[in-house]
């Protein structure tokens, strides 16, 4: 403070020397806040930033079109094919397998034509999505692997699917129809093809063969029963046929005397 | 979330069950704690322990079994929780574990 009325007084009396130097001046950094200097306070006004308003912009900054990556169309190619070419597809939730395992189980069902498949959930799900397989979206969670094949062969993957305990099937879509896991059960339960038509003909013609059989019935039976009564009769009279017998060869030639 | 990328270590457990239904859509964050379980590690750390998957479609709600070895269970219903919060669950309470067999064995060393 008497510095500064030093330099006040020398500034009233003797203009501004050159020579004279303030020696002690308030700090520049304090702890408390301190107001700018005025010059300071000017050029920071001045050279404030002024950001340019929306209306000003004279065309909005267009985005980069992003190239879609060439793998990324492979291997939708690829899942396009495996769900036109295969009558079953099966899902199963995939947990570490030792690597011998995994070789074993695949090289098992490929002896049956049966395929396994891997694909990232980011190009199967918008694939499904536009799909008929729309309610198979739910199981393409977490890890998940494929077992496809162009023929049905549900016995023979259930087979081999048991000695893999790491695999767990959750659904399958077998000849466009979807299936749960005991539905897959159920499915490799039923007889072969040939089987149950040959069942469905015998039960269609077993009514048609009793139609013939029924008809008939009646009149067997009334012919049986008369049979039977003449043979009681015969029996019955044959007893008496000593006494009888004459007495009817007498009144035979009798009647056809009577007759004549 | 993200999933911690600390291992599920099965030392003190007997058996884990886990139960779920595929064709729902609450179902994901059991299937990755059931992939956690069944990890390289986890398996590695207790051979005897078994993991059983009962894969329904009754529209039932995901449900994970756990019997440790010492009797306790703990049953977790995974419809509304998240992967994370499963594992920090479960492996809470294998440190837990932990830290009694530790201080039995102090106080048999004692």
Request: hydrophobic residues 40%.
């Amino acid at each position: 403070m008497a510095a500064a009325a030093l330099c006040c007084r020398g500034l009233c009396r003797t203009g501004w020397l050159p020579t004279l130097q303030i020696v002690r001046h308030a700090k520049s950094v304090t702890r408390h806040w301190k107001a700018m200097h005025f010059e300071r306070q000017k050029l920071m006004a001045v050279t404030e930033y002024i950001a340019p308003k929306p209306e000003k912009c004279i065309a909005p900054r267009s985005k980069a079109v992003t190239e879609e990556n060439g793998y990324a169309k492979l291997l939708r190619w690829q899942v396009t094919e495996t769900f036109r070419d295969s009558k079953m597809i099966a899902v199963c939730q995939h947990n570490f397998t030792p690597s011998e395992e995994m070789l074993l189980m695949k090289h098992r069902l490929r002896k049956h034509n049966i395929h396994v498949k891997f694909f990232p959930n980011e190009i199967v799900r918008p694939y499904l999505s536009v799909s008929k397989y729309k309610n198979l979206l739910p199981l393409f969670v977490g890890c998940s692997l494929m077992l496809v094949s162009p023929e049905i062969k549900v016995k023979e993957m259930l087979r081999i699917l048991k000695n893999v305990p790491q695999i767990n099937l959750l659904g399958a879509c077998i000849d466009n129809t979807i299936l749960s896991n005991q539905g897959v059960i159920n499915y490799s339960k039923l007889p072969a093809m040939a089987i149950t038509q040959g069942q469905v003909v015998g039960t269609l013609s077993l009514m048609a063969s009793q139609t013939c059989g029924l008809l008939q019935h009646s009149s067997a039976h009334l012919a049986a029963l008369l049979d039977q009564y003449i043979k009681q009769q015969s029996g019955g009279a044959g007893e008496t046929d000593g006494k009888a017998g004459e007495g009817q060869a007498e009144l035979g030639p009798a009647k056809s005397s009577a007759g004549l | 979330m993200a999933v911690p990328k600390a291992a599920v270590v099965l030392r003190h457990v007997k058996s884990v069950m886990v139960r779920f239904c595929p064709f729902q859509t609450n179902v994901e964050t059991t299937r990755i704690f059931l992939e956690h379980v069944n990890s390289k590690k986890a398996r590695a750390s207790n051979i005897s322990c078994v993991v059983t998957t009962d894969v329904r479609h009754d529209g039932s709600e995901p449900v994970v079994d756990i019997m440790f070895a010492d009797g306790d269970r703990l049953i977790m219903k995974g419809a509304n929780l998240t992967a994370a919060e499963m594992l920090s669950a479960f492996n809470s309470r294998c440190i837990a574990k932990d830290l009694k067999a530790e201080e039995k064995t102090k106080k048999k060393g004692a």
